[in-house]
T-cell receptor, first 110, second 114 residues
């Protein structure tokens, strides 16, 4: 699996956009980039994934750099319920067998 | 969406006893499930891959005789922590891959060994 680098923590105000960066410079050409988040005392939940193109879903957007060595998860309007640890997971196609790094702790202020 | 359910959500047991944790895929079949462990303020660590109808595959450093995994049906995997000790206290989480692009995780089981 590709090595990832994410900031340990980030803070945001409610209703503001949040950009969560991830560096994955050793990613292989066929690896998708997955993002999961873990709310306190819960199991992780899927957020979004992509390969090369930017992706949008109801939860977030994923912006992938042209060289694929980095990506950014975008929460368009943060809410208090978005406070969680966000994990960037570039990896193979064995969905479910995921290698978690330390992730980014997102704090959302009212 | 697909749901993975874990039971119990939390359990307290005495040192030396065994504890069983169940992981069920509620509306889909899962020939493979995964078990993770998470210590406080740490990330998830994969313990083992549970395979329906065959032996589990354990990650390096995980004692297979201590963490017994059984995957007897397409919707149920169980993790039994045998002879539990306080250092086994942790948050145990299972997951199952969907046929699509995402993995579904259980809500986790908080094990406290006293």
């Amino acid at each position: 699996d590709a090595k990832t680098t994410q900031p340990n923590s980030m803070e945001s105000n409610e209703e503001e956009p949040v950009h969560l960066p991830c560096n994955h410079s050793t990613i292989s050409g066929t690896d998708y980039i997955h993002w999961y988040r873990q709310l306190p005392s819960q199991g992780p939940e899927y957020v979004i994934h992509g390969l090369t193109s930017n992706v949008n879903n109801r939860m977030a957007s994923l912006a992938i750099a042209e060289d694929r060595k980095s990506s950014t998860l975008i929460l368009h309007r943060a809410t208090l319920r978005d406070a969680a640890v966000y994990y960037c997971l570039p990896g193979g196609t064995s969905y479910g067998k995921l290698t978690f790094g330390q992730g980014t702790i997102l704090t959302v202020h009212p | 969406g697909a749901v993975v359910s874990q039971h119990p959500s939390w359990v307290i047991c005495k040192s030396g006893t065994s504890v069983k944790i169940e992981c069920r895929s509620l509306d889909f079949q899962a020939t493979t499930m995964f078990w993770y462990r998470q210590f406080p303020k740490q990330s998830l660590m994969l313990m083992a891959t549970s395979n329906e109808g065959s032996k589990a595959t354990y990650e390096q450093g995980v004692e297979k005789d201590k963490f017994l995994i059984n995957h007897a049906s397409l919707t149920l995997s169980t993790l039994t922590v045998t002879s539990a000790h306080p250092e086994d206290s942790s948050f145990y989480i299972c997951s199952a891959p969907s046929t699509g692009s995402e993995a579904f995780f259980g809500q986790g089981t908080r094990l406290t060994v006293v």
